[in-house]
């Protein structure tokens, strides 16, 4: 049976009358006495992180990044799989393992390199390589460092330790490893050793003489058949993948140069860099009045794209869609960013990331 007009008016009048005249769910009534505990929820101090929370995405938007992270009391490398599951690598072989620091890639995707933990490592052979399924852990040399693989990933270049240079008191050396057979050659002094992107030559700083005029630091090209030759002054030496180019930074501020030197373009003030797979952006490193690492993003003709995001040691992933960066506050840890917008959008406990 239908209700009448005046029959629905009645109860409506009825349930607004009600509504009024009872307390809200959780309030006092009447002149209660007042209980703080009850009606002022808990004080939440604001975040110092000024790193923005990660959107939640997939874990696979990590595939393929190589990372440091504790396994049974020392770091180790592990490996995003496919499905965002991490892998445990190095530390698997029983033979002696001291833990591991700083992995990476070979560009062939097939082994990681990696350098000694940073404590407690002794001078035992640091330098190490495995497999990328965990197999095969094998030492090359004592304590290298600025590691790079060649091209064809069939090599390694790299120099000697600080810890090295300190307790033999000789200039850096310069070293180049057969990394299937393990045989090492020395073919100079110097330090921040990088492969040429054809790998028929290295770049590297050369261990110049003290001078009282306090002469500038200097990159050096030295091709593994000919003659050396100086690059430019300045810090670095980041190379275009195309090999169209090459990064310094000289007096704070990065500048692009040709392959032979020529050509020096000031594009931004910054500290390190690093390209996008195809050579056609450039992550690179700042520090902010407080004293935050922050990584921003141009063009190789120098335009921002975007800028200011907390974050040092970043690594592109090989697509070029995303930038892992490390980020020390309040927690070490590694986030993924959109590379396109610099927004995080994956969050994972670890050090060192490399693509």
Known sequence: ??????????????????????????????????????????????????????????????????????????????????????????????DADPGAARPLWSPDRTKIAFGPPTIGSGLDP???????????????????????WSPDSSRLVFCDSVFTTDNTGQPARIWISEVATGETAEVG????????PDGEAISFHPVDPPDPQGVRSRIVVMPLDGEAFEL????????????SGVLLVDDGQLVLREPDGANPRPLVEGDSAVWSPDSTRIAYST?????????NVITADGDPVWSEVPGTNGVWSPDGTKLAVEVGFPDIRIQILDAATGEAIWDLDGRFPDW
């Not at 190490?128 to 600025?146: C, F």
């Not at 110097?190 to 040429?196: E, I, K, L, N, P």
């Not at 430019?232 to 090999?243: K, N």
């Open 189 to 196: 002094q110097g330090t921040v050793t990088q492969w040429r």
């Open 126 to 148: 640091q330098l190490w390589v495995v497999n990328a399924d965990g197999s095969g852990q094998r030492p090359l040399a004592d304590l290298g460092e600025s590691t790079d």
């Open 1 to 94: 049976m239908k209700a009448t007009a005046p029959a629905l008016l009645l109860a409506t009048c009825m349930v607004l009358t009600a509504c009024t005249a009872a307390p809200s769910a959780g309030a006092p009534s009447g002149t209660a006495t007042h209980d703080p505990a009850q009606s002022i929820p808990p004080s939440t101090p604001p975040s110092a992180d000024p790193t923005p929370a990660p959107t939640p995405v997939d874990a696979s938007v990590a595939a393929g990044l190589a990372f440091i992270r504790p396994a049974d009391g020392r770091d180790q490398v592990f490996v995003i799989d496919a499905d965002g599951s991490p892998r445990q690598v190095s530390g698997l072989s029983g």
């Open 232 to 243: 430019g002054e300045g810090s670095g030496g980041w190379w275009a993948p195309d090999g």
């Open 287 to 295: 520090v902010d009045a407080v004293g935050t690492f922050q990584v």
